[in-house]
């Protein structure tokens, strides 16, 4: 063979290891096994791993020992493909995650704006609800209408007698009298309402007509109480007519009307209970958690909304004749509701006010010179609720002065601004909202929007606030991007000089 003939020589004949540096040598002895198998034993003077041995077999060719390369350089260079393959998947599994992390962002960011884009569209939408056509006592309502409702409301109590479930049997048995109206009013025994309320002892507040009290029923259900004044000039007949016709009002920013109790000289009315309280406790309660600017700007758009399905969303329109802080309540949300509305033959009892529907404060200077109220007190009314949110300044506390004198400095609103939401709100979009309140305070009615044109106008405040969340959502989605870029980079690097 012609590497044996190339080592016919006796001595130590040098080759070069291809892969270390040309001065490092190999040297190999040539041994015969028997008289068939001729084994050449190469010794390697590595200078990366000093003096290792490997064995090859003669019958290989010359040009695969002239290659040859020592044993630890083998495995150097084995481990080298196999770091090289795990560089590889490191860097595959880090791009691929920084793609899912990017499409899971952009999926979040687009359920988030569609979410957002959802939530304002209904808010825009909530005006365009159908009309319920509503007749207040005294316009155009008659004693044969008011006897022919009495009886359906009778009929219909028969037939929900029967089909209540075994879960309301106690209740039935002990309200023999109770009974859905036409509009899906239920009528409750004083007894009911009694252990309803552990016996009147549990208030939950002083309303304008009357005590509030919470009510657990055998069902589970809890609901909110109001015990009317008990000098009521309305008789029973005159009173159930009424809040049957009112329990056809239904939106989604009133406290809806579930039933009601004529029993004994009392009138009461049953509320779905608000879990979150009155906006006037939020408000001047430091028991009761911060309201951040984004909700009381919804506050605002949701009262809009109620007042706006009262005046225009029902015919002949209802006004409210109260509307203020305390009677707007939230629920398990914060998502406002307006309560007290309707009861437009009930006077209110105010130590501040004699003789007049409404509260000191909040009362339509209008209203008070001409003893007449329209869509346009309400509007007033709002326009004080709506500093409020504002400021955190009660009524009572001299609100429209601070307001007066605010308007008068070159900072204006800036300087009664709830010292709680300074740094923590946009300024623009608060000089906006007492720009929607001063219009609503406006001396004379024929200059203050309706209540459509404030809804409108606060709805554009919370489209810019939800653009400004929507953009600032949208930096950090791409920081995070650049983050994990700059951290792949990273890894790429130290690989490189591993």
């Not at 040539?30 to 050449?40: A, C, K, P």
């Not at 007509?209 to 109001?226: H, R």
Request: contains cysteine.
């Amino acid at each position: 063979m012609l590497l044996r003939s190339s080592l016919k020589n006796q001595g130590q004949t040098y080759q070069t290891c291809v892969f270390c540096t040309d001065s490092d040598r190999q040297f190999y002895k040539l041994w015969r096994e028997g008289t068939h198998l001729i084994v050449l034993v190469k010794r390697y003077s590595c200078r990366k791993y000093g003096a290792v041995g490997y064995f090859h077999d003669l019958h290989h060719e010359p040009a695969e020992l002239l290659n040859s390369r020592c044993f630890h350089c083998l495995s150097f260079k084995r481990d080298r493909r196999m770091a090289h393959k795990g560089d590889l998947v490191v860097i595959g599994i880090s791009v691929g995650l920084a793609l899912g992390i990017l499409i899971a962002s952009l999926i979040f960011f687009g359920i988030w704006w569609y979410k957002k884009r959802s939530n304002l569209q209904q808010c825009s939408n909530e005006s365009t609800l159908p009309t319920v056509p509503i007749r207040m006592n005294g316009l155009g309502t008659s004693n044969d209408f008011s006897a022919s409702l009495a009886s359906s409301v009778t009929i219909r109590g028969s037939e929900h007698s029967q089909k209540s479930s075994p879960v309301s049997s106690w209740w039935n048995h002990h309200s023999k009298d109770q009974f859905a109206s036409a509009s899906g009013i239920l009528r409750y025994s004083y007894k009911d309402i009694q252990k309803a309320t552990q016996k009147f002892t549990t208030v939950l507040g002083q309303g304008s007509f009357g005590p509030v009290y919470k009510a657990v029923m055998p069902t589970g259900e809890v609901l909110a109480v109001k015990v009317l004044a008990s000098n009521s000039k309305q008789g029973g007949k005159e009173f159930q007519t009424e809040i049957s016709l009112l329990g056809r009002l239904h939106h989604r920013n009133l406290v809806n009307l579930l039933g009601y109790c004529v029993d004994k000289g009392s009138h009461m009315l049953i509320y779905q209970f608000m879990s979150n309280g009155s906006l006037a406790n939020h408000l001047y309660n430091d028991e009761e958690r911060f309201l951040s600017w984004e909700e009381r700007l919804q506050i605002a758009l949701d009262i809009s909304h109620g007042i706006e399905y009262l005046h225009e969303g029902a015919v002949p329109p209802v006004i409210h004749r109260d509307l203020k802080s305390a009677n707007i309540l939230l629920d398990q949300s914060m998502r406002a509701k307006v309560a007290d509305f309707g009861l437009s033959n009930e006077e209110v009892f105010d130590e501040h006010t004699s003789g007049l529907k409404g509260t000191y404060g909040y009362i339509d200077p209008v209203y008070v010179s001409t003893n007449k109220f329209t869509t346009k007190s309400d509007i007033y009314s709002f326009g004080v609720v709506i500093f409020e949110l504002i400021t955190a300044i009660h009524p009572h506390q001299n609100l429209m002065e601070y307001v007066n004198l605010a308007g008068m400095s070159p900072d204006g609103v800036d300087e009664i601004l709830d010292k709680k939401l300074v740094g923590e709100c946009n300024i623009e979009e608060v000089r906006d909202l007492a720009a929607i309140a001063h219009k609503c305070l406006q001396k004379f009615q024929r200059k203050r929007p309706s209540i459509g044109e404030v809804s409108q106008a606060i709805l554009k405040i919370k489209q810019r606030l939800l653009d400004r969340e929507m953009s600032r959502e949208f930096s950090r989605v791409l920081s995070r991007i650049e983050d994990q870029q700059v951290e792949l980079s990273r890894m790429a690097s130290r690989k490189d000089g591993d």
